[in-house]
């Protein structure tokens, strides 16, 4: 999937729905007023533009303007994973060669996370993350340098840093604000996707801000209630404890060798994380199954 054309898609199907999309505003200030009222400050090409809404929804990413200027508590170093991804030029001969048209994982090079390289036409996407309190950035680039040897890293054309959050933040809702996404700290803790979680953390938003629009009452929208039934139960509690067994316990390598066996628990768990077509206690309950092969491959 290309991103850009993914975004894209989103904003005309946004628009199709009757949204109003503005390009090119960067959110510079975020203010209650009063309940239900919030100026929101933007810049548009230099020129400082104002806005004035009964419901603000913070989808700006981690770590979010819109979050930290409306109060909502900081998240611990601990919530979150670093990383770092280099965009490596090659001929198109080497990228065949080399990587094929298979993406690539490095498991095991950090503890609390893992190195990829995801192969383009004639440019290769290899980047490394890990839990942020765990491993500095600084450290994660030697690591990743490691990876990948001299004569790849002269060719890297872009570098890129980013913070993923893998833990649901302590709040969700202020009065009609409302944090989706990675804003609310909603990507994978196993593999740090996190794209489904925003389509789903935002499904869940709307749902509850024309509830509280409809009623004229912040009151009105479950979200947090809603977020933590449809979201952390079934999804994100069980992710926790998979983060700790297969980086904590240092299970992942034996997990994909056992799926490499064919051992069918650990296959259809892999493909219920990744794919998020069924909830991931199912996931879970599949990698005990597996347990007492897991901890015994050597
Ligand atoms: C290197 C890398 C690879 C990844 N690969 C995958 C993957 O393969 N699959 C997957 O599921 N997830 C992947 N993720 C995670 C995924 O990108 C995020 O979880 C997901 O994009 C979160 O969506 P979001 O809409 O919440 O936030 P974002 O996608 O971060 O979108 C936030 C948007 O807000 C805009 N914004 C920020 N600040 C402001 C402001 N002040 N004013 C206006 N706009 C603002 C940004 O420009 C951006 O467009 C990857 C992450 C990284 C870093």
């Known amino acids: 999937m290309v991103r850009g054309r993914y975004d894209s898609w989103l904003a005309s199907k946004a628009a199709e729905a009757g949204a109003e999309v503005r390009e090119h505003h960067r959110v510079v200030d975020v203010k209650r007023l009063e309940p239900m009222h919030y100026r929101v400050k933007a810049k548009h090409k230099g020129e400082l533009r104002e806005l004035d809404c009964r419901a603000v929804v913070g989808a700006d990413g981690f770590p979010s303007l819109v979050a930290s200027k ?3 508590p900081k998240p611990s170093t601990k919530d979150f994973a670093a990383s770092i991804q280099y965009h490596i030029q090659l001929t198109e001969e080497q990228v065949d060669s080399e990587y094929g048209d298979r993406v690539h994982f490095y ?10 390289a995801f192969p383009k036409r004639t440019q290769v996407a290899a980047g490394i993350l890990s839990v942020a309190s ?8 030697a690591k990743l340098d490691g990876v990948l040897g001299l004569e790849k890293l002269r060719n890297v054309v872009r570098v890129e840093k980013h913070l993923i959050p893998h833990r649901l933040r302590p709040r969700l809702q202020l009065d009609c604000a409302l944090l989706v996404g990675d804003t609310a700290g909603a990507a994978n803790p196993v593999h740090w996707g996190g794209i489904w979680h925003a389509r789903k953390t935002a499904e869940v938003a709307a749902r509850n801000v024309a509830r509280a629009l409809e009623q004229e009452n912040p009151a009105a929208s479950a979200y947090e209630h809603e977020m933590r039934r449809e979201v952390y139960a079934p999804y994100f509690r069980y992710d926790l404890v998979m ?3 297969m980086y904590g316990m240092g299970l992942m ?8 066996e064919g051992n069918m628990d650990v296959i259809e768990a892999i493909d219920i994380l990744l794919t998020s077509l069924e909830p991931h206690s199912k996931a879970f309950w599949k990698l005990l199954k597996a347990a007492p092969r897991l901890l015994l491959k050597a």
Request: hydrophobic share 55%.
């Open 70 to 72: 409306l109060g909502f």
């Open 107 to 116: 498991f095991g090079v950090v503890k609390w996370g893992y190195a990829w």
């Open 134 to 141: 765990e491993e500095r950035l600084q450290s994660l680039k």
């Open 243 to 245: 983060q700790k067994m």
């Open 253 to 260: 390598r034996r997990a994909l060798a056992l799926a490499a």
